[in-house]
């Protein structure tokens, strides 16, 4: 991680577009992705680890998460730097949980679908 201050909005920088269709709100985003603590740089999660893509409608993510989704071509690889309050809220920052943390992602698009209903 940088040696300076998070940002205090969400950042997003397209590592990689992609070609494929728009993701839409409330769409199902199939992606791979690893996210890291701004912190301290240690990994949080990972669905490469886990050894599967994982899905998120985008309108029942965190708002950081939903503004890097949304608006995004299949194919895409994308850089996010989510800040506490487009995260999971503000506060200390602790082991247990990721309150008062920077989240960095690296996500990758895989495919996206409206969102079932019903």
Same mark, same amino acid.
């Given at each position: 991680?940088?040696?300076?201050?998070?940002?205090?909005?969400?950042?997003?920088?397209?590592?990689?577009?992609? @070609?494929?269709?728009?993701?839409?709100?409330?769409?199902?985003?199939?992606?791979?992705?690893?996210?890291?603590?701004?912190?301290?740089?240690?990994?949080?999660?990972?669905?490469?680890?886990?050894?599967?893509?994982?899905?998120?409608?985008?309108?029942?993510?965190?708002?950081?998460?939903?503004?890097?989704?949304?608006?995004?071509?299949?194919?895409?690889?994308?850089?996010?730097?989510?800040?506490?309050?487009?995260?999971?809220?503000?506060?200390?920052?602790?082991?247990? @949980?990721?309150?008062?943390?920077?989240?960095?992602?690296?996500?990758?698009?895989?495919?996206?679908?409206?969102?079932?209903?019903?």
């Amino acid at each position: 991680m940088p040696g300076e201050a998070p940002p205090t909005a969400t950042e997003i920088a397209v590592l990689k577009k992609g @070609d494929g269709a728009e993701v839409r709100p409330g769409d199902a985003v199939m992606l791979q992705y690893v996210g890291v603590r701004w912190s301290n740089g240690s990994m949080f999660a990972s669905s490469w680890s886990q050894g599967a893509p994982s899905s998120v409608v985008t309108t029942e993510a965190v708002e950081g998460y939903r503004k890097a989704l949304e608006g995004q071509t299949i194919g895409s690889q994308v850089l996010a730097v989510i800040p506490p309050q487009e995260a999971y809220g503000e506060g200390e920052i602790n082991k247990e @949980d990721l309150t008062g943390e920077t989240l960095v992602f690296v996500l990758d698009v895989l495919a996206a679908a409206p969102a079932a209903t019903g």
